[in-house]
């Protein structure tokens, strides 16, 4: 067993478990949308990411990929964070607006707006149906091709795959293939229609207070204990 600190408390895990895991484990949700339990880690997303370490020392990492150490710190939803995976949805929104799945994670942490020039593509390149195809599937049939903003997902020299069964799994796993509510034909960048309020304890506090991980999105936080008995001193004068 290996025991490390998860947002301040001291946990186990069994020896080769990854961050994402041992989070899962104890109920601390982390949003992901290249990873699938059933299929290897891919870590391209990058919603995943938690900061291990402290002060100066500290880094994100994917939590898909990076297994857990003796001894590492791990802090789940500081504002760094937070910061980061808002910054990986905006950018995801610019890549493929008309995916739900992408449209219900920036309603969820808070994602307004879109500040880069956004493209309507069909893929995001999270990698879900190549390795669907490839693992679950046994067939293999495509694969990433390409690299840099030319990456692209196809069959060996674009004809049509000999080991393609139609079994459609690429299509059922695709966050892409997922339209959003409005349709194809929808006037805004972002949705937002299932908005959550933002926890306002990450400005105070710099962290998350609710522990359990995802108790902070309610966005009840009031910030510091005086500040909430201050508050309640006011409501009940009046």
């Known amino acids: 067993m290996i025991t490390f600190k998860l947002n ?12 994402l895991e041992a989070c899962k484990f104890y109920g601390i949700e982390i949003p992901t949308l290249c990873y699938n339990e059933g299929l290897s880690s891919y870590g391209g997303c990058r919603l995943c990411l938690v ?9 994100l990492v994917s939590s898909c990929t990076y297994p857990v150490e003796q001894g590492l710190k791990v802090r789940t939803n500081t504002k760094r964070v937070i910061n980061a995976r808002k910054m990986m949805i905006e950018l995801l929104l610019s890549v493929c607006p008309s995916s739900k799945t992408i449209q219900d994670l920036a309603s969820k942490f808070n994602v307004r707006k879109v ?3 956004v493209r309507h593509e069909d893929c995001i390149l999270c990698g879900l149906c190549i390795r669907m195809c490839k693992e679950q599937m046994q067939s293999g049939a495509i694969g990433f091709v390409e690299r840099g903003y030319k990456k692209k997902i196809m069959t060996p020299f674009n004809i049509k795959s000999d080991v393609c069964r139609l079994c459609g799994g690429c299509m059922y796993i695709c966050p892409a293939c997922q339209l959003r509510c409005q349709g194809p034909d929808a006037q805004t960048d972002v949705c ?29 936080c009031e910030g510091r204990p005086d500040q909430i008995k201050k508050k309640k001193r006011g409501s009940d004068s009046r």
Do not use: H
């Open 8 to 19: 301040g408390l001291e946990v186990q895990v069994e020896d080769g478990s990854t961050i």
């Open 51 to 59: 900061q291990i370490g402290e002060g100066e020392n500290a880094k």
């Open 115 to 117: 500040r880069f020039p």
């Open 192 to 220: 937002n229609a299932c908005l959550s309020l933002e926890p306002t304890c990450i400005n105070v506090y710099d962290d998350y207070q609710c522990w359990m991980g995802t108790t902070g999105d309610c966005g009840t």
